[in-house]
C-alpha cells in the first residue's frame, strides 16, 4: 500500500521559534491532512488540504498541498508550549474511500 | 456538538480473551472507521463502515470484525486476543461526502492484553 513518510521523525525546538515538517509520498494524494495528537487523546484535525499547490491557515499553523501532489507542508509560527504533540500528515489510500494511511508522525518537543 | 466518543477508555484483557469496543460518532456522521495505534506500526487502518456495512477492510487477521447500528454507532470486536493486540484503538467518523476524507477521532481504546 501507499506509504507517506514523514521529516523530522523528533523536533526539539525553543519556545517562540518557528517549526516546520513535511510529510512525501511515491504515489499522487488528492487530500493531504494534517492532524495532532497530544498524550492519552486521539488526533485533532489541524488542516485539510484539497488542492495542489494550496495554502492554508489556521492560526499559527500553515499547510501546503505540494505541486507534484507528492508532498505536503506543514509550518508551525512562535511556537508555545500547547504545541507539544505528535503531528501526523494522513490521506486516503483511495479516491472516494473513507480509508486514511499515516505518516509515522513528528514529535515536537518545546523547552520554554 | 458532542464529539466522537468511546468506550471504555481502558481494558485490560486475558490472551485468548475477547473484547468487544464501542464507539458513537459525531451526530450527522454516517461513515465511521476504526484504526489500531502501536509504537511500532503507527495507525493502521482497520475497517470502515457506513450505513450498517463494511466499505472498507484493512489488512487485518479475521479476528478484528466489526459492524454498525442504524444509529451509526459502531462496534469492534477482537476474539482470541494475542498480546500483540495490546495497542490503541481509534474510532473515526465523518460525513460522507464524495471529495471529503476529512475524519474526526475520538479519544481512544487502551487495550493492554497479558
Redesign the interface.
Known amino acids: 500500500g501507499q506509504q507517506l513518510n514523514q521529516s523530522p521523525q523528533s523536533m526539539f525546538i525553543q519556545e517562540g521559534e518557528d517549526v516546520s515538517m513535511n510529510c512525501t509520498s511515491s504515489s499522487i494524494f488528492n487530500t493531504w491532512l494534517w492532524y495532532k495528537q497530544e498524550p492519552g487523546e486521539g488526533p485533532v484535525l489541524l488542516i485539510a488540504l484539497y488542492k495542489a499547490g494550496e495554502l492554508t491557515s489556521n492560526g499559527r499553523l500553515t499547510a501546503q498541498f505540494g505541486i507534484t501532489r507528492k508532498d505536503s507542508f506543514l509550518n508551525i509560527s512562535a511556537s508555545i508550549p500547547s504545541d507539544v504533540g505528535i503531528y501526523f500528515c494522513a490521506g486516503p489510500e483511495l479516491q472516494g474511500a473513507q480509508k486514511l494511511v499515516f505518516g509515522q508522525g513528528t514529535r515536537l518537543t518545546i523547552n520554554p | 456538538k458532542a464529539g466522537?466518543t468511546q468506550t471504555p477508555r481502558y481494558l485490560i484483557k486475558t490472551r485468548g480473551q475477547q473484547v468487544t469496543l464501542s464507539c458513537s460518532p459525531i451526530s450527522g456522521h454516517r461513515?465511521v472507521?476504526w484504526?489500531q495505534q502501536t509504537p511500532g506500526q503507527?495507525?493502521?487502518?482497520l475497517f470502515?463502515y457506513?450505513s450498517e456495512t463494511q466499505?472498507?477492510k484493512?489488512?487485518f487477521p479475521g479476528r478484528f470484525s466489526g459492524r454498525q447500528f442504524s444509529n451509526s454507532r459502531s462496534e469492534m470486536n477482537v476474539s482470541t486476543l494475542e498480546l500483540g493486540d495490546s495497542a490503541l484503538y481509534?474510532c473515526?467518523s465523518?460525513v460522507?461526502a464524495?471529495?471529503?476524507?476529512?475524519?474526526?477521532?475520538?479519544?481512544?481504546t487502551r487495550l493492554t492484553v497479558t
Open positions: 466522537v461513515s472507521s484504526y503507527g495507525l493502521q487502518f470502515e457506513f466499505r472498507n484493512g489488512n481509534l473515526a465523518s460522507v464524495s471529495s471529503s476524507y476529512e475524519q474526526y477521532f475520538g479519544p481512544g
